[in-house]
């Protein structure tokens, strides 16, 4: 099986902490990252090297998700490359058509799935690695916290005064 360390991952998206915060949790699993700020940019970047997987924004200037991926499945050596769309525009006008045409695979190629913003990182780590076929520890680790969340959420909901005490420890796991 495939380790993180040998597959890099191209994170498109324009604004700069979402980038950053998808970069962080790929690279903390291990993954090699590289960034672009818009679809012109990372048409620059498929240049430089052929990434594995592409994180894909819809709504970006210059160029948007939708107008890269048209330009990308142009180039067979980047046609195959697969891709996951991280937007915040799914449900309103600047991005539902866009995703839809994706959906329907109009571009020439489908994403596994669209993410909403904001990102849950076990979800969007998890979704990565499955599709690379690349195990990762962060997303076994990840799927531990929103166990003992799961738990706490139970608690609180079932909760009496003297169960404070519990619901902490469980809290404190979580930290």
């Given amino acids: 099986m495939a380790k993180p360390e040998d597959k890099t991952i191209l994170v498109v998206d324009d604004e700069e902490d979402v980038r950053d915060y998808l970069s962080t949790v790929l690279e903390d699993a291990g993954f090699n990252v590289v960034t672009a700020e818009d679809g012109s940019q990372a048409l620059e970047r498929l240049e430089e090297k052929v990434p594995d997987f592409i994180s894909l924004d819809l709504v970006m200037p210059n160029k948007s ?9 142009r180039n067979q050596q980047w046609a195959h490359i697969p891709f996951v769309v991280v937007t915040a525009h799914a449900d309103d006008d600047l991005g539902r058509g866009d995703l839809q045409d994706i959906m329907a695979e109009k571009t020439g190629s489908r994403p596994n799935v669209c993410l909403e913003k904001p990102v849950k990182p076990e979800r969007y780590l998890g979704l990565i690695c499955e599709r690379l076929g690349v195990e990762c520890e962060a997303v076994a680790e990840g799927t531990h916290v ?22 902490l420890r469980v809290y404190n796991k979580l930290r």
């Fill in 65 to 73: 998700g939708m107008r890269f991926l048209r330009e990308m499945r």
């Fill in 146 to 167: 929103e166990s003992l969340r799961n738990e706490l959420i139970d608690k609180v909901k079932s909760a009496k005064v003297g169960q404070l005490e519990e619901m």
